[in-house]
């Protein structure tokens, strides 16, 4: 009896382009909330002469991290959840709407330490649902691709998240940002009271809502014609399906639990690297915070170059050789930057950092994709996004512990350089059996 086509074969290319818009807009989205807009207006403008010993910055590290441990709870039985792929559409879609109408509300904060709480619940919630719906969205991964092209594919998803906030970020910085005096942008939107970021705000919801709408209108195409039946089952019910398959994994390949651990600590090595980005480019580096937005178009274009060359190479060689050259790398240009200064050296160098994360990215998901068995992928997506957010806390406590050691914002690097070491170190000794190398 021949067996049926991969499922890559009987999927059209505008599935996957739908697929990959998802990610332009969320990551998209992601950019003007946590990285370069929202999180820069709570931090320096509503919370200015916040009361009390604890800074804004503080502040906000404490809410990400409440969002951590949020996702680290929901994550696996979202897993569960969405293991059955007729369920990822209508998890996706709540996750999307819930993201897209925290960020609208946004536009309601004003320049007044009284908005500063409330901000942070927004900004939090956020950065909560978009990874919550990493999920569904990763598990949708399988049903695009076989293991011959799921590097591509993969890389293809995550160049269009970078894309996405190049535009973005081109558009909110020609719209409301660029210029000076009272008003800023094409638009000429005032500056007093916040006006112009949290019309940003606005337009960053609408960005998201437009580029998740073919994937929320399509998904449910992608589920093959006959299902497995799941059985409904309640929260302790997906938690004790979700340790059974968890022991099930560690009894089959324990390598792939010890992956999930390792990747977990790099990527948080490179979340650090964004969310400590911006702020050390403006108070050690000399950057304009108009030219941070600047930055961050260019520096998600290098991301997405290196994302899209490496999808290839992942192909060719494996995941794991792409992983461990861009770690190194990035060590490299970590601890050279922390010996020099001027904004020069932070183009340079931040941008060569840029250009190895995408690399980073994609290879992290296409590993953990040909690592794991077949039917588990969301299963094992929600574990990849629960170890991730458990081991959130590294980069930010590192980063502090070393600016209060040495008394200097700089020394910050240093702790995001030991995270990054860490991971790959224990990148080194991860066996993939299943990686995508050809003979």
Known sequence: MTSPPPVAQTVGRSKVVAWALWDCGS????????????????????????????????WLGRALAIAGLTVAVLAPLTGVLVQAPHRRRAVLTTLTALAVLATAAMSLIRA??????????????????????????????????????????????????????????????????????????????????????????????????????????????FAPAVEPQSPRVGLLGGYRRLWNDLRDEWRRDRNLVYYLIVSAIFRDGIAGVF??????????????????LIFGVIASTMASLGAVLAGPVDDRIGGKPVIVASLAVMIAVGVTLLSLSGPVV???????LALCVGPVTTSARTVLLRMVSEGKEAVAFGLY???????????PWLFFVFVDAFHADRAGLGGLCVVLAVGLVGMVAVKVPNDGRRG
Do not use: K
């Open 112 to 221: 007044d330490p009284a908005y500063f709480a409330i901000g942070l619940v927004l900004l939090s919630f956020t950065a909560a649902c978009g990874d919550l719906g990493s999920v569904p969205y990763n598990a949708m991964l399988r049903q695009l691709t076989t293991r011959e092209n799921s590097g591509r594919i993969s890389g293809v998803g995550a160049a269009a998240g970078y894309f996405g906030s190049v535009a973005l970020l081109m558009v909110i910085y020609a719209a409301f940002i660029a210029g000076d005096g009272p008003t800023r942008g094409l638009f000429g939107v005032p500056v007093a009271d916040g006006q112009n970021v949290r019309a940003a705000m606005v337009m960053a919801a609408l960005w998201f809502t437009v580029l998740a709408l073919p994937l929320l209108i399509t998904a449910h195409t």
């Open 275 to 292: 969310a400590f980005g911006a702020v050390l480019g403006v108070s050690v580096y000399g950057i304009s915070p108009a030219n941070v």
């Open 385 to 395: 996004t629960t170890t991730g957010r458990a081991a959130s806390f590294l980069a």
């Open 27 to 58: 990551t998209g989205m992601n950019a003007i909330v946590t990285t370069f807009v929202f999180s820069v207006y709570l931090t320096s403008t509503v919370g200015q002469n916040l009361p009390g010993d604890t800074s804004p910055a503080s």
């Open 346 to 352: 932070f183009w340079i160098c931040g941008l060569l």
